[in-house]
């Protein structure tokens, strides 16, 4: 019965957020900064795609520089490859 009662009140704190994000008038669109091992042949404009479905397009790419951090950590790696998505479809 308790496991019932906290999905139920996790269902509605998630439904109550996602009503709040649509009510305060934003297009939901925003911008990721990823950082991968390997960016060959990822072009700027190009489809970004979860599941199949589109969910935007590649605003950049570029590559890390010495001192720049890109891991979780804060540490540098230089050599990544940058990849910025502009995410339009939540």
Known sequence: MRRIAGFVVVIAIAAGIVLLARSTGSS???MVRAYFDNGDFVVKG?????????????ASTD??????????DGTAQP????????ITKP
């Open 28 to 30: 939901g669109d925003y």
């Open 79 to 86: 050599g990544k490859a940058i990849i910025v998505l502009d």
């Open 63 to 72: 590559v890390s520089m010495p001192g720049e951090e890109v891991n979780q």
């Open 46 to 58: 190009e489809q970004v795609r979860i599941a199949g479905a589109s969910v935007g397009s590649v």
